[in-house]
C-alpha cells in the first residue's frame, strides 16, 4: 500500500477529477459528514538553507484545507491553491483510509492511485526528456578533464 | 498656526477612487486573471516573491486591480495575508529534493547531471520582436505545436545516446567540494527560525531573519544592493558554483503529531513549490582554533520563490556580505541592508511623503523665514553702522 505521503502526491498533483471521482466512490457508501467546510488559509514554509545547515522560513503559501468524518475516522484535504471542492475530496478519500474496518471501497482506492501514480510518473518523465534536450554537451579539446568529479579526484 | 478643519475632503477622495477606478476600466476590455498568470508568469511570481506568499490567482488579480503596478499589488497581496489564519508550518523542506529545470555552474565546466540550461534568456538577443503586436491566439496554438514537435524529436534522440540523473535528485556541486575539505563541514544546526511576520526587525539579527528579509525583499532592491558589494562597495566576488532552478515538494505532519517523532511517510503533501537556488562560492581566508590561516570557500546562500536568478544570486552575495557584519561598508550594515530592502516599508515611507505635512512644513517655512530676516536685520544693521 502506497503511504499518505505518496497517495497524497499523486491525488494532488493529478488534478481535482480523480480525486473528486474517488471520494465519490466512498460517499455512495458512507457520506461524510463536514466538520470544517473548505476554507482558506496559509502554510509557512520552513526550508534548511545549505551554507550553514540552519533554517529559515522562505515564504508562506495560500492553502484550502477541508475536514471531515466518515463514522469514527476523520479525513483531512489540504493542498497549494483555492479548489475547496478538491480540498474536500482528499479529506473524503484520507478518511476513506482511516476507517475501521476498511470501506469496501478501498481496493478500488488504491488500484485507481497506483494507476494515477504511473501516469503522473510517465508526465514528469516526459517534462525531464524536455528539460535534457537542453543540457550542454562537452568535448574534450586538450585532454584535460575539468569536470567536478575529476577536481575532486 | 491653528487646525483647520477639513471640508469636502471626503467627496474629493471619493472621486479621486473614482477617476482611479476610470483608468482602469479605460480601455472597455476585462482582462481574466488566468491569462494574466499565463501570459505574465514572472511579474506574478514578483509579486508573489516579494508579497512573501504564493498564491498565483491572488497574485494575478492583484495585479489586474492595480493595473500592473507591482508596487501596489505586492501591498495588496501582503494586506490579504494578514487576514488569513496561519493553519500550519511545513516540514522542513530539503533543496536536495527539488525537481530540477535548470541546472548549471558556472565553477565547473561538468557537473554531475550535466550543465542544464533549461528555459533561460541568457542567450537570447534582446530585440523587440514586433510580429507580436499582431500575434492571435491561434498564432500561439500553432507556435507551441511546431516547438513541441521539434523538442520532443530532440529528446527522443537524445534519449538513444546519453546517460541521464533522474531530474529529482541531482546532486549537488558543493558536496564535492565538502569531500575534499575546501569547504569546511557544518554540522546540523536546530534553532528555531525566528519569523519577521511575526517578530519585528531587529540587528544583529539571527540568520534566519537575514535569509528571510532577502527573500521577501524588494527584488530591484536586493539586486542593486548585491551589485553594489561586489563592484566596490564591499568585499565580496563570488563565483556562482551552482545554480538550480526547479520546484520542491510543500509536506505538512498530520495535525497532533509530534515533529520530532513524525514519519515523512505520514506527511501530507499539498503541492509543489517554484523555487531558485544558489550557492556562490567565495575564497575566504580562515583561521584554524590554532590561530593557523587556511585557505578555504565560503558558501554565500540564496534562495527565492519563483524563478528570479538575479535576485537569488544578489540574495547569496549580500548573505556572505552580512555574516561579516563590518559597518565600513553599507552592504556589510545589517541595519543598512535589512532595514531597506522590504518593498512595502520602502515604498510606505516613500509613498508617505507626499501626504499633508502643512503643520511641519510651516513650522520649517516659519524658522526658515525668521532666520533669513534675522540675517537680514544684522545685514541692514552693519551697513547703517558702516554709514555712520
Redesign the interface.
Known amino acids: 500500500m502506497l ?4 497517495r ?2 499523486v491525488l ?2 493529478s488534478g481535482p477529477a480523480l480525486a473528486l471521482e474517488l471520494a465519490g466512490l466512498v460517499e455512495a457508501a458512507a457520506p461524510a459528514e463536514d466538520i470544517v467546510p473548505a476554507h ?24 484550502t ?1 477541508s475536514r471531515v468524518r466518515i463514522g469514527e475516522a476523520d479525513g ?1 484535504g ?5 479548489d475547496a471542492a478538491h480540498a474536500r475530496a482528499l479529506a473524503v478519500i484520507d478518511a476513506a483510509y482511516a476507517m475501521d474496518p476498511a470501506p469496501a471501497c478501498l481496493a478500488e482506492l488504491e488500484r485507481r492511485v497506483e494507476e494515477a501514480r504511473a501516469a503522473m510518473f510517465e508526465r ?1 518523465a516526459a517534462q ?11 568535448d574534450e579539446m586538450s585532454g584535460q ?8 579526484k | 498656526m491653528g487646525y483647520v478643519a477639513v471640508s469636502g475632503g471626503e467627496q474629493a477622495i471619493a472621486a479621486s477612487l473614482e477617476l482611479l477606478e476610470r483608468e482602469r476600466v479605460a480601455g472597455g476590455r476585462a482582462l481574466d486573471p488566468a491569462l494574466i498568470i499565463e501570459a505574465m508568469p514572472h511579474a506574478v511570481e514578483q509579486v508573489q516573491s516579494e508579497g512573501s506568499v504564493w498564491a498565483p490567482e491572488v497574485a494575478a488579480i492583484a495585479l489586474k486591480q492595480a493595473s500592473g503596478s507591482i508596487e501596489e499589488a505586492v501591498f495588496l497581496v501582503r494586506a490579504y495575508r494578514s487576514t488569513l489564519e496561519r493553519l500550519y508550518t511545513s516540514r522542513v523542506i530539503d533543496t536536495g529534493e527539488m525537481h530540477v529545470s535548470r541546472h548549471i555552474s558556472a565553477a565547473f565546466k561538468d557537473i554531475e547531471g550535466g550543465q542544464i540550461l533549461g528555459a533561460t534568456r541568457d542567450y537570447s538577443h534582446r530585440l523587440i520582436n514586433f510580429d507580436l503586436s499582431e500575434e492571435t491566439d491561434a498564432d500561439v496554438r500553432a507556435a507551441r505545436a511546431v516547438i513541441d514537435e521539434r523538442l520532443d524529436e530532440a529528446a527522443e534522440a537524445f534519449y538513444g545516446v546519453a546517460e541521464t540523473t533522474p531530474l529529482d535528485c541531482v546532486p549537488k556541486v558543493c558536496d564535492y567540494l565538502r569531500q575534499i575539505g575546501m569547504i569546511r563541514p557544518v554540522a546540523i544546526d536546530d534553532t528555531e527560525p525566528v519569523d519577521i511576520t511575526k517578530t519585528p526587525l531587529f540587528t544583529p539579527a539571527p540568520r534566519s531573519v537575514i535569509l528571510q528579509a532577502l527573500s521577501r525583499g524588494l527584488t530591484q532592491a536586493v539586486v542593486a544592493i548585491g551589485y553594489a558589494a561586489i563592484r566596490g562597495f564591499g568585499i565580496s566576488h563570488p563565483t556562482v558554483g551552482e545554480l538550480r532552478r526547479g520546484s520542491v515538494p510543500v509536506t505538512i505532519d498530520a495535525p497532533g503529531t509530534d515533529p520530532s517523532q513524525a514519519s515523512a511517510d505520514d506527511a501530507y503533501y499539498l503541492g509543489a513549490l517554484p523555487v531558485c537556488e544558489v550557492e556562490s562560492l567565495i575564497a575566504n581566508d580562515e583561521v584554524t582554533e590554532t590561530g593557523e590561516h587556511v585557505n578555504a570557500l565560503d558558501v554565500g546562500y540564496g534562495l527565492v520563490t519563483g524563478s528570479d536568478e538575479s535576485k537569488a544570486i544578489a540574495m547569496s552575495v549580500l548573505d556572505h556580505s552580512l555574516r561579516v557584519d563590518d559597518v565600513r561598508y553599507p552592504t556589510q550594515d545589517q541595519e543598512f541592508v535589512l532595514y531597506h530592502i522590504d518593498g512595502v516599508e520602502a515604498t510606505g515611507f516613500i509613498s508617505h511623503l507626499k501626504l499633508p505635512h502643512y503643520v511641519t512644513f510651516q513650522s520649517k517655512l516659519d524658522a526658515a523665514l525668521r532666520s533669513m530676516n534675522h540675517a537680514e536685520g544684522q545685514k541692514e544693521d552693519g551697513s547703517r553702522a558702516a554709514q555712520l
Open positions: 503511504t499518505r505521503r505518496e497524497t502526491e494532488v498533483e482558506q488559509g496559509l502554510v509557512m514554509c520552513q526550508v534548511r538553507e545549505t551554507a550553514r545547515n540552519s533554517r529559515f522560513y522562505l515564504s508562506e503559501v495560500l492553502v484545507e483531512l489540504v493542498l497549494m491553491g483555492t514528469v525531464d526528456a524536455l528539460t535534457y534536450v537542453s543540457r550542454v554537451e562537452f578533464d575539468m569536470s567536478v568529479q575529476a577536481v575532486v
